[in-house]
């Protein structure tokens, strides 16, 4: 196919639209027997016109095309320490200590510690933990908000709270970064206990128990929780 | 302005014949599926460079006692290397199918790994993740099905900050969300569209790509038009789409393709063109084409069309709303470079994917149908005869050809005084000579405008053995009619 000089001038060239000829249609022009019409075209998703590009676009994405394959080796640097006061964790990739920081340094209580995925998080849980006009309001006023990005949502308890996480937004009961604050009442028996830390807890010695205590039905959900099954994988299994 | 990843996923001793076997048959798989609506493709993120050199990747079968070892071995070991190691083993491990069910049906299996996934350790997590990748990819949907557990703690990690962990997570779900509708219908109360929009606002360019093909996944679903494209629609995502769109020295291939495919998928669903347009799109989309059409020209071709493919069926579906005429000037779409980039494109396909012509030619109708200014660039720009070049190529294509011929010579004698002379007639009385029926109809459409506008090209028509092309379609109940109409036409002029 060839394509006059003009065309890649003009792709050169700048914007601008063409002065349109005069246009000038006779009723005889696509009267019976004939038919045309100049039209515009639309085509839902499912068309077999999109068949080529749609298989084209999938082969793609099975890297049969371009062979895209697994991320180049990481270079390897010398070893050393994270900076972080109390951390001694030692590295020799770069990627890996992103990880490590991120995981653990950067959303960091300063009140008590504890190490959340994100900002949102840190947030929250400072406003629920170590805020005590939090408390005062929470009395009169929902404050206890719905921990999912998007949902404006906001509860009397944390135990309501809980109940909308599971019910609206099918979240696991015992959600990992929805745990309930430490109550030091010691009217209420089970609900006291702290079965894991609500995140990523810096204490040493509670680094192990947290790890295996996320596979066991915490204490204080089966005092709330009665028979429920908490794990939806039983329901795969 | 190339894809970041270039490597070697083909396994030892296999020879190019062997690639290209392979490869048709994926492609036949792929159309079967289509038809059936099934199409589905995962994308694997695998890391193991050091793998090659054991004769490819060959993925080892764990049994239950071995993947119970070094689940406990994760868990419960002193050091935190040996603890990594164990779950770099367990995911060699689920690289094959095997190894998955075994997993999957192990009591406890996912909930060990899930407690890895979310521990405070760091490279547990990373560990724990991969190997939840690897279930994700599975063809099966009970091992993909098995993660469900997990998709809170992925999203919850989208708003982290540790760009390769959330690349993984975003793999991870795009695996996962085109596996069925009950994974959906879990992951939109959890809040995918929320988290995604949050996410999109990275700065790395790998988390986008990610994003990008786990949003497409989405939209790409059965039932996106009436439960997802609205709520993506509602959020920020299309913003944000159109700007990692434009342009310019920040554009990035492998994340232009992936949201030029999301932008597909919203667009030729109908549910809200009209918002696209308020934003801009048409006019994004269009500087996008002239982009893609200077690079070609600059021959860096290496998958172009894997993005011009998207761009042109946006551009085609959005020209067909009727909120194009009610947004302003700089909204719309006038600029005559495009019909230039276009056609450049189009001799692209001709070389390197001729399947992609019927596409291109679709926009090409769609700019021309009812715009005297893009007829007159067609004129103007002298791209009657290249358009002309394009008829042996299928009937499809032919179609389309005539049809934009069509409207060019419809729109009266000041443009069908460009049409004949020319090369135009001799062409008519080519495809008067096709078999295919429409291919012959809309010659006769496109002959009786040019006898209309133009009468001397009828009496050309006659002395070139017109009649004679048109005898040979006059039992044809489809043609009869128009052949001769035009027959009596051609005879009286």
């Known amino acids: 196919m060839q394509l006059p000089p003009a065309v890649h001038?003009?792709?050169?060239?700048?914007?601008?639209?063409?002065?349109?000829?005069?246009?000038?249609?006779?009723?005889?022009?696509?009267?019976?027997?004939?038919?045309?019409?100049?039209?515009?075209?639309?085509?839902?998703?499912?068309?077999?016109?999109?068949?080529?590009?749609?298989?084209?676009?999938?082969?793609?994405?099975?890297?049969?095309?371009?062979?895209?394959?697994?991320?180049?080796?990481?270079?390897?640097?010398?070893?050393?320490?994270?900076?972080?006061?109390?951390?001694?964790?030692?590295?020799?990739?770069?990627?890996?200590?992103?990880?490590?920081?991120?995981?653990?340094?950067?959303n960091v209580c300063s009140f008590c510690k504890r190490a959340f995925p994100s900002g949102h998080l840190l947030d929250i849980h400072i406003l629920e933990w170590h805020d005590s006009l939090f408390q005062i309001l929470s009395e009169r006023q929902n404050m206890y908000q719905c921990l999912v990005e998007g949902c404006t949502e906001k509860f009397k308890t944390s135990k309501d709270r809980k109940d909308h996480l599971v019910r609206r937004h099918l979240y696991p009961a015992d959600f990992r970064f929805d745990k309930p604050k430490k109550n030091m009442s010691p009217a209420t028996p089970r609900a006291t206990v702290q079965v894991s830390a609500e995140a990523l807890g810096a204490e040493g010695e509670q680094v192990e128990g947290d790890a295996m205590e996320v596979c066991s039905e915490p204490a204080g959900e089966r005092h709330t929780a009665g028979r429920r099954k908490l794990w939806s994988i039983s329901r795969t299994l | 302005m190339w894809l970041r990843r270039q490597g070697c996923l083909r396994p030892a001793g296999c020879g190019v014949e062997e690639l290209r076997r392979r490869r048709r048959e994926r492609e036949a798989a792929l159309r079967k599926a289509r038809r059936e609506q099934q199409l589905i493709s995962k994308r694997l993120l695998r890391d193991d460079a050091p793998e090659e050199g054991e004769g490819g990747c060959v993925a080892v079968i764990l049994g239950q006692a071995e993947i119970q070892q070094f689940l406990q071995l994760a868990q419960r070991g002193t050091e935190e290397k040996e603890r990594g190691r164990a779950l770099v083993s367990l995911r060699r491990?689920?690289?094959?199918?095997?190894?998955?069910?075994?997993?999957?049906?192990?009591?406890?299996?996912?909930?060990?790994?899930?407690?890895?996934?979310?521990?405070?350790?760091?490279?547990?997590?990373?560990?724990?993740?991969?190997?939840?990748?690897?279930?994700?990819?599975?063809?099966?949907?009970?091992?993909?099905?098995?993660?469900?557990?997990?998709?809170?703690?992925?999203?919850?990690?989208?708003?982290?900050?540790?760009?390769?962990?959330?690349?993984?997570?975003?793999?991870?779900?795009?695996?996962?969300?085109?596996?069925?509708?009950?994974?959906?219908?879990?992951?939109?109360?959890?809040?995918?569209?929320?988290?995604?929009?949050?996410?999109?606002?990275?700065?790395?360019?790998?988390?986008?790509?990610?994003?990008?093909?786990?949003?497409?996944?989405?939209?790409?679903?059965?039932?996106?038009?009436?439960?997802?494209?609205?709520?993506?629609?509602?959020?920020?995502?299309?913003?944000?789409?159109?700007?990692?769109?434009?342009?310019?020295?920040?554009?990035?291939?492998?994340?232009?393709?992936?949201?030029?495919?999301?932008?597909?998928?919203?667009?030729?669903?109908?549910?809200?063109?009209?918002?696209?347009?308020?934003?801009?799109?048409?006019?994004?989309?269009?500087?996008?084409?002239?982009?893609?059409?200077?690079?070609?020209?600059?021959?860096?071709?290496?998958?172009?069309?894997?993005?011009?493919?998207?761009?042109?069926?946006?551009?085609?579906?959005?020209?067909?709303?009727?909120?194009?005429?009610?947004?302003?000037?700089?909204?719309?779409?006038?600029?005559?470079?495009?019909?230039?980039?276009?056609?450049?494109?189009?001799?692209?396909?001709?070389?390197?994917?001729?399947?992609?012509?019927?596409?291109?030619?679709?926009?090409?109708?769609?700019?021309?149908?009812?715009?005297?200014?893009?007829?007159?660039?067609?004129?103007?720009?002298?791209?009657?005869?290249?358009?002309?070049?394009?008829?042996?190529?299928?009937?499809?294509?032919?179609?389309?050809?005539?049809?934009?011929?069509?409207?060019?010579?419809?729109?009266?004698?000041?443009?069908?005084?460009?049409?004949?002379?020319?090369?135009?007639?001799?062409?008519?009385?080519g495809t008067l000579a096709f078999s295919d029926t429409e291919v012959v109809g809309q010659s006769l459409e496109l002959l009786q405008l040019l006898f209309l506008y133009r009468p001397e090209a009828a009496q050309a028509f006659l002395q070139q053995s017109g009649l004679q092309a048109l005898e040979r379609h006059e039992k044809e109940a489809q043609l009869q009619d128009r052949v001769h109409a035009l027959q009596q036409t051609a005879l009286h002029s």
């Not at chain 2, 103007?380 to 060019?408: A, F, Y």
């Open chain 1, 9 to 106: 001038a003009r792709l050169a060239g700048g914007p601008g639209a063409a002065e349109p000829l005069p246009v000038e249609r006779s009723p005889k022009a696509g009267a019976a027997p004939f038919r045309f019409t100049a039209r515009q075209v639309r085509f839902p998703r499912e068309h077999e016109f999109f068949e080529d590009g749609d298989v084209q676009r999938h082969l793609y994405l099975q890297d049969v095309l371009t062979q895209v394959a697994g991320a180049p080796e990481r270079p390897r640097v010398p070893e050393f320490t994270c900076q972080v006061a109390g951390c001694c964790q030692v590295f020799d990739a770069l990627e890996d200590y992103e990880h490590h920081y991120h995981t653990l340094h950067r």
């Open chain 2, 93 to 429: 491990g689920l690289q094959h199918p095997e190894t998955q069910q075994t997993f999957i049906w192990l009591e406890g299996s996912m909930r060990t790994l899930v407690g890895l996934l979310t521990s405070n350790q760091a490279l547990l997590q990373l560990e724990a993740a991969r190997c939840l990748h690897e279930l994700s990819h599975s063809e099966q949907s009970a091992v993909a099905e098995a993660c469900l557990p997990a998709t809170s703690y992925l999203l919850t990690y989208l708003s982290g900050h540790s760009s390769d962990f959330i690349e993984l997570c975003l793999y991870t779900l795009g695996n996962l969300i085109v596996e069925s509708e009950a994974v959906r219908r879990q992951l939109l109360p959890q809040g995918i569209v929320p988290a995604l929009a949050a996410c999109v606002q990275s700065p790395h360019v790998t988390v986008l790509e990610a994003l990008g093909y786990a949003l497409s996944q989405l939209l790409q679903a059965k039932e996106a038009p009436e439960k997802i494209i609205p709520s993506v629609l509602g959020s920020t995502l299309p913003q944000h789409m159109l700007q990692l769109l434009q342009p310019g020295p920040k554009l990035n291939f492998g994340v232009a393709v992936e949201f030029a495919w999301c932008l597909h998928y919203i667009t030729c669903s109908q549910v809200n063109n009209a918002l696209l347009i308020t934003h801009g799109a048409l006019s994004t989309l269009g500087l996008l084409l002239l982009d893609l059409a200077g690079a070609v020209q600059r021959t860096e071709d290496a998958g172009l069309e894997l993005l011009a493919c998207p761009v042109l069926r946006c551009l085609s579906n959005l020209l067909t709303e009727a909120a194009v005429g009610a947004v302003g000037e700089q909204m719309q779409l006038r600029d005559e470079r495009v019909v230039a980039a276009l056609f450049i494109l189009l001799q692209f396909f001709l070389q390197k994917q001729p399947s992609l012509l019927p596409e291109g030619l679709w926009l090409l109708n769609n700019l021309t149908a009812n715009s005297p200014s893009f007829c007159t660039s067609l004129l103007s720009l002298d791209l009657i005869e290249p358009l002309l070049q394009l008829l042996p190529v299928s009937n499809v294509v032919s179609v389309l050809v005539l049809t934009v011929l069509c409207n060019v010579a419809e729109k009266g004698p000041a443009y069908c005084q460009h049409l004949w002379p020319g090369p135009l007639l001799c062409s008519l009385l």
